[in-house]
């Protein structure tokens, strides 16, 4: 099974990846927290893409935007730059992004989705992912978005199966990617870009298969892998994202790597992205704003840690931040796997 870090933006920049790559391997692909197409590359994202801050991981740059236009220019831009494969995100709920009918919010519009994928299907000349929910406010959206993926040469289509209306509460639809996954295994018809290659041919070409489906979407243990290969068997890569920050060592687990030293290799976790930070910000307010958010997740992988991480969480010095860390990874034990 492949295994990729999901993109969460604030979070999984390159500290956090190097991070998890020098400490726990077993991540087959890592992506960009998204890089809006519109706008020009900051010296924070330009750091973020840097190949010497992603030595040895394979890093795919996630795009947002709702103009075809723009994600064909930055996919320039991204191979002039060493890119040969990009990602397009059509999952994320937040109000600010969904009001400009980006991400998710773009799923509303179903004739606009359509022609903004024809658009860069119709030119992109490097192999473009998808990553996207199932609808925006009804499950009945889901099978007309669905078709419309499948009529283009999508690399990987990688499914978060909730509703933006959800965020990220509730179960996974396992039914709407139950869905694709059948819908996969038929025939694939021509495709759109196809019809437009081939001027009217009804030549046959490669729909999405089930194995260029990934699943996305509250994988916390291996067991969870286990029960979602035994309903789909096809289906052999997943993206990870708070379950991996929760149990860094989790694709090691998933994979049956032993991890030795596991109590160690958290804390040199915790220390490379704590340094990382320091070096970065100027200041603590953004360093300890960014590890809370850290510890908002990694404090599952210890047993009783509600205690500390409320101690943490208020923690206002740097000195004051390391005594409760040294707490939680002195004095706590560390939780099943």
Known sequence: MQIYLAPMEGITGYIV???FFHHFGQIDKYFTPFIPAAKRFSRKILRDLDPANNAGIRLVPQLISNRSEEVLIMIGKLKDLGFGEINLNLGCPSGTVISKSRG??????????????????EKADV???VKTRIGFDSLEEWPEILEIFLKYPISELIIHPRLRREMYTGYPHL???QLAYDRCNTVAEPSAVSRNQNSGSDQKTPGISPASLVYNGDLWDSACCRTLLKRFPETGTVMIGRGLLARPDLACTIKQIPVEDLRGKLRRFHDEIYDGYLETFTGDKDVFMHMKEIWANLGKSFHGS??????LMKSQSASEYRIFVDQIFETLELSER
Request: proline share 6%; glycine share 6%.
């Open 127 to 129: 192999p473009v992912s």
């Open 17 to 19: 990846r190097n991070a």
């Open 306 to 311: 509600d205690r500390l991480l409320k101690k």
């Open 104 to 121: 998710s919010g773009l799923l509303r519009d179903p004739q606009a989705l359509d022609r903004f994928l024809y658009g860069i299907y």
């Open 175 to 177: 039914e709407a990617y």
